[in-house]
């Protein structure tokens, strides 16, 4: 009876309800293990047939390719085969196959007017030709380059029919011509042209080769083609015959990179870093630089051939990784990774020649032992690529698609080897490379509190736990080994948080991007107190790198590098523009210069001391700039047609006028002081006469005549005349006085010209590359003894010739460093040095003659 009353009692409905839940329970974990092994098989198969549909494409794509050749058809380029990895041209982007990107940096190409005047800015880049070892010669005794070097291909221009034409990026060049050419050569010696414009059906040749030279022995003059149009120059009574066939050689003078003035932190994170050697690290243009603040030197890393995106810096801190976007030119601007020792600066590694598709948005290396590396690629599939680096065959050990979104930020984590973070829009990725090198991916759980648009930066505390900052100006914990927050710091910054720095001592440095202001917190991120904020004028706070004892670095967004600390506050370092660069003019007698940009910033350097001595706004976007020939004057055009004249030494506004609406292109002074020449987007060039020492100006009058844009303008050594070129290829004379057009310019020929700025002209003829377009050379400059030209050009490249160039075929020393088009170059008055401006890629470089 009692046995009976205790089972009962036992099987009461609440332990009933009981051991089913438990049973419930069960099951849903049981079902929850299975669902978590049958989601990951299934990523597995989705990871398989995603392979095999990168095989389908690549297959396909040669199919398409084959049967265009089979039908007839205009062949793709041929591939390029490097490091055993090929490089289709058609078909959708894949692992196998990759097209090439084109950067952001290419701008429309500028166009001649040919009597229009409308508005069509020069700011085209045209490809780069460079080899891997950046700063390289044409000539013979140069072990890094072919001479002559090779030059540009063609630019496409409408065909006459629709005659197919075969692939060719570069021409061999071809003394020879037809039967027919040669006939027109034989009837063109004996006729007298009359104008550097001939445009008649006898002048416009098959062969658009600027090289296709005739010389007319008679009239001393070189006719020359630019696009098919002929442009003939005529050379001084006393010239001596010339043969166009022969080569000139290269000067015995060449080029060394001595200075790099900029920094690129517009547009760019992880580009600021402190070497045990003292020196910062950081990037323009296509250079990296290694600059000693204490002592005022420099070192450079040349071996990139287009713009530099990003660094890294190897757990050793003597090891450099530096990641290059795309160029124009197919072989050597490849989007790529070199790694590099910043003691010896040689070369250790390339990496993702063939894989990397638009360019390197990030880097990091291995925390534990540097020996992995991985890369960011900003093509549209935001890729991401591990190497083991050290391999000798730079295995890549993994890849695989990173997010739909832009992705800015990664990480190796400093405590897990194989733990890996991103970061970018609306997301942070927790990546694991597992012992199979198979890439996993956790996404970041924001748990419902106000997700923001990006995650801006990453950083580690001594922990292990992951920082992140946003663009909702908050800092977040994340915990070690986890997905989720651990804490949240609201509201730290006004706008987004572009750079977390934890430095030695614990504390954790936030920089804002927009606010400028630098705020100090303690290990487990409580506010100290202590903050800064950086003046308005440099810009917000792109990156901080930690310096020695107290001393931080400061990167900001208008490509400037403050150091000091938060208690001193910040001086700067390194200044920069900030948009496009195109003035730059020489100080006549001292070693100073100037420059001007559409930053609206008129800036005065030191060339000797390597350092600023002013810095203006002048409130207009400015295209040129020159000095008056004392030194007391500054003149400056603007893109709105105004022109601004100021002192040097106290920087004020002497005198503003405005002529036309067309961008100022060209700004001259006469030898005398008296007079000064302004040329215009709109076809003219204004002459003034200079007053009361630059102060004031009237004008004299408008030479019209050209049927173009004014692109360079040259004083004759007695101020009476001017000589200008154009954007169709023009070369004009005219009376300064009373603005007339010379029409005879066989009377012109034994003027003594002060300057060389124009580069159509007979004694520069031979400066401009085979095949060039006429637009290819933006500036020319000769130096003040008169011995060599410099030039600078649409390839990124400043080359050097030996004065004069009379020859068609001149070889040249060619210096790359720039990553854009060389807008302006000069020498400085004691021809010591010579000085470049890039244009989109902001940077000056200062070279020394040796």
Known sequence: MDSQQSSRASDSPGDTMNDVYTAWYEMLEGEG??????????EVRCARQAEELLCLRSTLADALRRLNALEGRAPAPAPAHRNGTYTGTTGTPTREVRLRQPSYRETAKRTSSYGSSASSLPQRRGPQHQSTGSLQSDSPASSSSLSPAPSPSPRATPAPHLAPHPSQTYRSRNNSTSSNQSASATN???????????????????????????????????????????????????QDGLDPAKVAPPPQSKLKLEWVYGYRGKDCRSNLYLLPTGEIVYFVAAVVVLMNVEEQCQRHYTGHTDDVKCLAIHPN???????????????????HVRVWNSVSLATLAVLGGGQLQRGVAGLAFSRADGALLAALDEAPDHTIAVWDWQRPDKHCLAETKCSVDTVVAVEFHPLDRNQIVTCGKNHIAFWTLDQTNMLYKRMG?????????????????????????????????????????????????????????????????????????LVMFDSELNATGIENVIEGHYGGVRVVAEGRGSQLYVGTTRNC???GDLQLGFSPAVLGHVEELWGLAAHPSLPQFVTAGWDRLLQLWDGLSHSTVWSKDIEERAQCCAWSRDGGAVAVGCLSGRWLVFDPHSRELLASHHDGCEPIQTIQYSPNNEMVALGSRDNFIYVYQVQDSGARYSRLGKCLGHSSYITHLDWSEDSQY??????????????????????????MRDVVWSTSSCPITFHTLGVWPENADGTDINSCTRSNDGRLVATGDDFGKVKLFAYPVTQPKSLSHAYGGHSSHVTCVRFLPDDSRLLSAGGLDTAVLQWILD
């Open 722 to 747: 001017i000589r200008s070129n154009s954007g169709d290829y023009e070369l004009l004379f005219w009376n300064a006085t009373t603005c007339r057009q010379i029409t005879n310019p066989t009377s």
């Open 317 to 335: 801190k003597l090891i450099v990784a530096s990641g290059q976007c795309a160029g124009h030119d197919r072989v050597d601007a490849r989007p």
């Open 33 to 42: 293990a299975g669902l978590a092994a049958r989601v990951a098989e299934l």
């Open 445 to 517: 759980v924001f748990e419902g509190r106000d997700k923001p648009k990006y995650v801006t930066c990453l950083a580690f505390n001594p922990n292990g736990d992951v920082l992140s900052g946003d663009s909702n100006g908050n800092i977040i914990v994340w915990g070690r080994g986890t997905n989720t927050i651990a804490k949240l710091v609201r509201g730290v910054h006004e706008g987004p948080v572009f750079s977390l720095c934890c430095l030695k001592d614990g504390g954790v440095l936030s920089g804002g991007g927009k606010d400028g202001r």
């Open 561 to 563: 590098i403050l150091h």
């Open 188 to 238: 063109a010696l004996t006729k007298r042209w009359n104008s550097t414009g001939d445009f008649n059906a006898q002048g416009l040749l098959p062969s658009s080769s600027t090289h296709t030279c005739q010389y007319n022995e008679e009239e001393g003059s070189m006719r020359m083609f630019l696009r098919g149009r002929p442009v003939v120059l005529y050379g001084p009574s006393d």
